[in-house]
């Protein structure tokens, strides 16, 4: 399967603990997305990498969340302190540069109690 | 600021009939589209696109209409069947790398 994957599919946490997950784009794809997806609505970005390089992160992302893509090919995103506001789904996208087209993750659904 | 919306929250159509959901968008600087589907559970799946120098464009069952001068689009699914029950997106390109989505319709598809 060469599509985008992402790890946990689903994680429970309690309220205050830290979560981590992880993307992996398509072998490719140079540019690396996260988005937030809450029930009922569309996908919201949050951030984007091309390469290594953080280029953009959304106001959306507080300074609880952070993303890293240290060797331009998977990606982290971290999630410190967890507040119940955070149960989303959590999706990972990617694409090549010059090509408008994202390829989206099947998502991790996070619930924090 | 600027957003893309969706007419209809859900649209229930007989398999056969031919189904057409609609997204409106006000940011007239947008220059390409895309329709995703999103099955429960699943993430956005890509159907098909259009950039802003066309008006139609056809895939496999699927069309997309662009009116810019109306600033509207829509997705036409043409022989319904029940694996098209899902939620649909239409997503924006405003020339930065980022998309944004309106909030979704839902078909529902009877046998």
């Known amino acids: 399967d060469t599509g985008v994957s992402q790890d946990p599919r689903h994680k429970i946490t309690k309220r205050g603990q830290n979560v981590t997950f992880r993307c992996d784009p398509i072998?490719?794809?140079?540019?690396l997305y996260w988005y937030r997806q809450t029930l009922g609505q569309g996908p919201e970005f949050l951030t984007y990498?091309?390469?290594?390089?953080?280029?953009?992160k959304s106001r959306l992302l507080s300074d609880r969340f952070s993303a890293e893509r240290p060797k331009g090919s998977f990606s982290t995103l971290e999630i410190q302190r967890t507040e119940q506001g955070d149960s989303a789904m959590y999706l990972c996208?990617?694409?090549?540069?010059?090509?408008?087209?994202?390829?989206f993750g099947p998502g991790t659904r996070l619930t924090v109690l | 600021g600027e957003s893309v919306g969706l007419h209809l929250p859900t649209l229930s159509v007989q398999e056969g009939d031919n189904s057409i959901i609609n997204c409106a968008y006000s940011?007239?600087?947008?220059?390409?589209f895309i329709w995703y589907k999103q099955e429960s559970g699943k993430g956005p799946q890509f159907i098909i696109d259009?950039?802003?120098?066309?008006d139609k464009r056809q895939g496999q069952r699927v069309t997309v209409l662009l009116n810019k001068t109306v600033k509207h689009l829509s997705l036409q699914i043409a022989a319904t069947q029940p694996g098209d029950s899902a939620v649909y997106f239409c997503?924006?390109?405003?020339?930065?790398?980022?998309?944004?989505f309106g909030k979704g319709t839902m078909l529902l598809v009877s046998p």
């Open positions: 990498f091309q390469n290594e390089a953080q280029l953009e």
């Open positions: 072998s490719e794809h140079n540019r």
């Open positions: 997503a924006e390109n405003s020339g930065y790398s980022t998309l944004t």
């Open positions: 996208a990617s694409n090549d540069r010059g090509l408008d087209t994202q390829y």
């Open positions: 259009i950039r802003s120098n066309m």
């Open positions: 940011n007239s600087a947008s220059d390409y």
